[in-house]
């Protein structure tokens, strides 16, 4: 069985024959409830299949025409590729036809025709008017151009001829692209007796093969795909572009209500908040205000929640806006997704177009930031490799090529291929080990750490180094970018990088003034004199005078030179102090196995109020370790 992998569907008001048609087309009757039956009314989606003339199969959707089935409608119309709208020769245009018009063009249909049905009810001369009307209807939306074909679907007036326009439309119709990782919005759920649990709808993109494993979203609930049917046949693989039943074992079907979202696992995410750009129609009676309740429908699902504009006060009907739509329950969706709003109550279509980001956070009105971040996000949907472009360019740091492929939904190997192609374009590059960064991203924060470490400098012309602690502070980056920039910085000799979390720019020196010069001088002598019981930074400062600002400074000018060491905030041993402590400790060890701290004590002739902060300075530094009750040298 070969499939073309686009999808038709039905569109138009109640009762102008578009399930008659469609069972006249393909000998199945779409209307499988009994109450559609027996009222000869469609309430629900039904589906249908035929063949091309080189045998290829093809899937109908037939969806219902009444007004209070509209939300079933959208949840039909989502992957159809080519369009039928039927109108009935007797009634002509209604208040559905232009509904179900103004929807399909919402959703980004751009292909189809004009079924003029029930020919056989009325005179030439009334069918030619409903002819009329239709070109007038359509005059300005993509059906414009649409052959109008009359027929009947009960005495087969027109029927071969429409049959055949059909068919020449839908084998020159573009096949869906199954690019990307697979997602099918479910349409309908129920289980099989001997099978369990089946879903059905038309993926969006991607491909499924039996034995893959997927996940229901909202709830995050996987299972592994049994079997494939698409059309009736049993199959091992579904794809983008085609109807298809899944098979999925694990998964109740309580678990599981059309809205949801059948896809692979680690990709999306629910979602409770999605901007967008909206267009308003252009027949609305009164604009759009700021907070308006609305009903959301993309995909199959449908959400209450409230709109708000980001960019303008209120949305003149015809005008477009950015947005960000707030629901009350968690949908899953992708940038790119087309969508259809409409009024909370009563049920009245409002416009639509296409998501532009999942949100995770409330999007603040009028912030110029926003909406350029927005508009950028809107650029980038024009292809999978533009789309990977904004998304770097809108990352604050650097960004893995396992996240990348969430934020793009496609498979890592394609995502890395992308980034290559990015490479050689100059437009993004690895930061290190730490992953890819935009080029544009990289040149800001460069810019932005140099003027940062400038200004601190000046502020503190004494200091020769920066504790990278501070330097986040003053930067405000995230601490793993931060280290990846200063790495990457490093590599290229503009910094260097020192134990302890000191960072020192190329060439960089002290210039401490004559007094500062002076406070160390005499800070260094005294501590020299103290050796292993040195006086605290307050006691230093009344020792000698010193106010503390001054003292501060003095102090750090002396452990940027390396002149005195730091061992904890109250305690500072001058260099040659510092190391005899070190080889004091180190001897100690050797001689007794393990460090033998009355005898250190005495050897440096110090008290345990400084000797037991110094071992523990010793461990950080990794020179011992505790074992026990034990400290030994820790092996290199």
């Not at 005179?123 to 359509?138: C, K, M, N, S």
């Not at 009960?154 to 839908?170: Q, S």
């Not at 999007?363 to 490799?385: C, I, M, N, T, W």
Request: with cysteine; glycine share 8%; net charge neutral.
């Amino acid at each position: 069985m070969e499939i073309q992998p686009i999808v038709i569907g039905t569109a138009g008001h109640i009762d102008h024959g578009k399930s008659t048609l469609v069972k006249a087309l393909t000998g199945i009757d779409p209307d499988r409830l009994k109450e559609e039956q027996e009222r000869g009314m469609t309430i629900d989606l039904g589906f249908a299949r035929f063949q091309l003339p080189d045998g290829r199969r093809v899937g109908m959707v037939d969806v219902p025409g009444h007004e209070r089935f509209v939300r079933n409608m959208v949840a039909g119309a989502t992957g159809i590729d080519l369009v039928v709208l039927v109108v009935a020769a007797d009634d002509g245009v209604m208040p559905q036809t232009r509904e179900h018009l103004a929807i399909m063009q919402i959703l980004g249909v751009r292909r189809g025709l004009v079924a003029l049905t029930k020919i056989d009810a009325v005179e030439p001369g009334l069918a030619e008017l409903a002819r009329e009307d239709v070109q007038a209807t359509l005059r300005g939306t993509f059906l414009e151009d649409a052959p109008i074909l009359p027929l009947s679907s009960i005495t087969g007036v027109g029927l071969d001829r429409f049959r055949e326009e059909l068919f020449r439309m839908a084998a020159a119709t573009e096949p869906r692209s199954d690019a990307g990782v697979f997602r099918m919005p479910v349409q309908r759920v129920f289980s099989a007796k001997g099978f369990g649990t089946v879903l059905t709808g038309i993926p969006v993109s991607g491909r499924v093969a039996v034995g893959d494993v997927l996940e229901v979203l909202p709830g995050g609930r996987r299972g592994k795909v049994r079997g494939i049917q698409a059309y009736q046949a049993t199959t091992e693989k579904a794809r983008a572009g085609h109807s298809a039943a899944i098979n999925l074992t694990d998964v109740s079907q309580d678990e599981v209500e059309r809205g949801h979202v059948l896809a692979t696992p680690g990709f999306f995410r629910a979602v409770r908040m999605v901007a967008a750009r909206l267009e308003a129609l252009p027949d609305l009676e009164r604009p759009l205000r700021d907070r308006l309740a609305i009903r959301l429908h993309t995909g199959t699902v449908e959400a209450l929640g409230e709109l708000v504009l980001l960019d303008c006060d209120e949305l003149a009907p015809g005008q477009s806006a950015l947005v960000q739509l707030r629901l009350e329950q968690p949908i899953v969706c992708a940038p790119g997704d087309r969508y259809v709003l409409r009024l909370a109550s009563p049920a009245l279509t409002l416009g639509g177009g296409v998501i532009l980001e999942e949100s995770r956070h409330r999007l603040k009105r009028f912030k110029k930031f926003v909406l350029e971040e927005l508009g950028r996000a809107q650029d980038g949907l024009s292809s999978p490799r533009e789309h990977l472009d904004v998304v770097l360019s809108r990352a604050s740091g650097a960004s893995t090529a396992v996240d990348l492929a969430v934020e793009i939904k496609r498979a890592v190997a394609e995502t890395e291929r992308l980034l290559g192609e990015l490479a050689s374009a100059g437009r993004v590059q690895r930061l290190g080990a730490h992953g890819w960064i935009h080029a544009h991203v990289l040149e800001r924060s460069r810019a932005a750490l140099a003027e940062k470490l400038a200004g601190w400098f000046q502020e503190n012309p004494h200091r020769e180094v920066i504790d990278v602690r501070e330097l986040r502070r003053i930067t405000g980056m995230e601490p793993e970018f931060l280290q990846a920039l200063l790495e990457d910085e490093a590599s290229a000799k503009r910094l260097e990088l020192q134990p302890g979390g000191l960072v020192r720019p190329a060439g960089r020196s002290s210039a401490a003034d004559p007094a500062t010069e002076d406070a160390a001088a005499s800070v260094l002598a005294l501590l020299a004199r103290e050796r292993f019981q040195p006086s605290s930074p307050e006691d230093l400062g009344k020792a000698l005078k010193l106010p503390e600002k001054r003292l501060r400074a003095a102090l750090e000018l002396l452990v940027d030179r390396g002149d005195v060491h730091r061992v904890n905030p109250e305690i500072h041993l001058a260099r040659q102090d510092f190391e005899r402590a070190r080889e004091a400790v180190m001897e100690n060890c050797r001689q007794h196995g393990s460090l033998d701290i009355p005898s250190l004590r005495d050897a440096l002739g110090t008290s345990r109020k400084y000797l037991i902060p110094l071992l523990e300075h010793f461990d950080a530094l990794g020179i011992t370790l505790r074992q026990g009750a034990n400290r030994v040298l820790r092996r290199r």
